[in-house]
């Protein structure tokens, strides 16, 4: 017993040193055809390589960025703001929309914690700060430079989840409020359409004062519009492939 209990455990710590985080950003980069990956990775942590880890701002991933030549899908974008499992849920089970992180750019870093530190060459994913420690921390600046260059290219008719069972869906220190509203193009995107999605329970309907300030803040020429939908409504259309796209909401 005790020799079969030593084995288990060495070969479980061999296997789990074997995947370093390199790894694993190639592993999910491989996933799409036809990427440099290995000058993906290496644009990847040229970002916060050797640097402090609060001390990373998001042009740090510039090179990244242009590296990855990211082409949109125009009237299939999908934007979120704390509705995150709902519409992965969504995107998984069924090929309606695209999110951030069903894109390469998106996809290599999604859940994953990583950091720099002064004088070493390594990739480090434990004791990095967390989201609000410091503002410029390498994951933050990750994805304000990531959702920035995503929503740039938005075009068309494009949707957004929002969380209902919230006071304030379009909530100001989001990813999706200070950065991709912002950066939307009147020039290629012809509309915005929030999906509000609502429980049971909810606080919020269209009517809500910070989608107001949504529509206020959206560049002149784009169009909005916002609709009421339950989170059961939109589970419904995930569990039924037969159901078109058209027709979840
Ligand atoms: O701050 P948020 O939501 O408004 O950010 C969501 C918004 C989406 O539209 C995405 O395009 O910004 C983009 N984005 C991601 O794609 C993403 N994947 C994982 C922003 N953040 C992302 N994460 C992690 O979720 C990130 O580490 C951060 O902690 C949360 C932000 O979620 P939110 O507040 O619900």
Redesign the pocket.
Known sequence: VVVVVVAVVLAVTLRKGKYTFEDRILARCEKFKGSDCRLIWAKFQKAYVGRDPCNVPMEAYDDFIAATQFKPECNRMM??????DVVHDFTEKRDCYV???DTLL?SVA??LTWCGRVGSSETLTTGCPR?TDCENNP?RSF?SR??AA??EKACGNVT?MLNGSIETPF?PN????S??VKKFDATVMRSLNVVLVTQTNSVSNCTNASLKDLQKELAAGIRYSCKEVSEAQIRECSSNPEKPCGACW
Not at 79 to 84: A, C, L, N, P, V
């Open positions: 934007f979120w703001s704390k509705t995150k999110t951030l992180e998106g999604d859940g989201w994951v994805w990531a959702s995503f929503a957004v909530s989001s990813t999706f409020r950065i991709e």
